[in-house]
C-alpha cells in the first residue's frame, strides 16, 4: 500500500511490481485526518490486516534564521512532518492492535536529534517524531506494536538537491562532512526501515536509530603527518658518563 501526496505513488508502485510484489496507490495528504483514515482503511480492506507501516512523508520548508522564519512554513512543516505523523499513528495502532500487532518506523532525521542552524522548523518537527516515536512506544508495547524511529543523515534524494539548490561546492562540502565519505542512498534507508518491521528486530522498542555515515559519533581525526626524522635527530647522542 503506497499512500502519496504525488502522483509520483503510481511509479513507486510499479516498481514494486516489477519486483514481484503487489501494491496498490492511495492518493494521500497526510495532514488531512480524513485521507489517512481512508489509506489505512483500503490496507485492511485489501489485505485483511496492517503488520507493518512506515510514515516516510516530509517536507525540508525553507532555510531561515528562527525570527526571520514566515508563519505559513512554521506551520506547513510542522503539520506534515510532526501532525503528519501522529495522524498516521492514531489510524495505525488500533488496526495492528486489532491483528495482535504489528511495527511501525517513523522517518524522522538525524535534526530529530540534533539542532540545524537555519532549520528551526524542520529540527522542531523531527525531534518531534523522536518524543512521538518514544511516547506511543511505551504506550503500545505490550499490546504488539513496535514502534521506532529512523534518523537519517544526508539521503541523495531530490529533497537534498532542493536544500543545496543544485550547488555542486554545497553539495560536495556536505559529502566531505561525512566521515564515510559519501551520501546515503534511498535504498540504504529503505533496507533499514524494512530490518526495522522484521522478526529480527523484535526486541527494539522506541528506539531512535541514527543513520549518518558517522556524522554524529564526533568530529574525524586527520591522517597524522609522517615527517622525515631532520639531520640533528638522525645524529647520535653525545653520551652525558665520563
Avoid at 85 to 103: D, F, H, K, N, Q
Avoid at 176 to 184: E, F, N, Q, T, Y
Wanted: glycine letters at 12%; one cysteine or more; a neutral charge.
Amino acid at each position: 500500500m503506497v499512500g502519496d501526496i504525488a502522483p509520483s505513488g503510481e511509479a513507486t508502485v510499479r516498481e514494486i511490481e516489477r519486483a514481484g510484489g503487489s501494491a496498490i496507490f492511495v492518493p494521500t495528504d497526510v495532514t488531512r485526518p480524513d485521507e489517512v483514515h481512508a489509506l489505512v482503511g483500503a490496507a485492511h480492506e485489501r489485505y485483511g490486516r496492517l503488520d507493518a507501516a512506515v510514515n516516510a512523508a516530509g517536507v525540508e520548508g525553507p532555510s531561515a534564521v528562527t525570527t526571520e522564519l514566515p508563519t505559513a512554513d512554521w506551520t506547513r512543516v510542522i503539520a506534515v512532518n510532526l501532525t503528519g505523523t501522529w495522524l498516521c499513528l492514531r489510524e495505525e495502532i488500533p488496526a495492528m492492535v486489532a491483528s495482535g500487532g504489528g511495527a511501525i518506523v517513523n522517518l524522522a532525521s538525524v535534526g530529530g536529534v540534533a539542532g540545524y542552524a537555519g532549520s528551526s522548523a524542520y529540527a522542531a518537527s523531527k525531534h518531534g517524531v523522536v518524543g512521538l516515536t518514544r511516547s506511543a512506544a511505551l504506550e503500545y508495547a505490550a499490546q504488539g506494536v513496535r514502534i521506532n524511529a529512523l534518523c537519517p543523515g544526508a539521503v541523495d534524494t531530490p529533497m537534498l538537491d532542493r536544500t543545496t539548490g543544485g550547488d555542486a561546492e554545497r553539495r560536495r562540502r556536505l559529502v566531505a562532512s561525512k566521515p564515510i565519505g559519501r551520501l546515503a542512498t534511498a535504498e540504504e534507508v529503505a533496507g533499514i526501515a524494512v530490518w526495522l518491521c522484521g522478526d529480527t528486530a523484535a526486541y527494539i522498542v522506541g528506539h531512535a536509530l541514527v543513520v549518518d555515515g558517522g556524522m554524529l559519533a564526533g568530529r574525524p581525526l586527520a591522517a597524522p603527518e609522517v615527517r622525515s626524522p631532520s639531520a640533528s635527530s638522525r645524529r647520535p647522542r653525545r653520551s652525558s658518563s665520563r
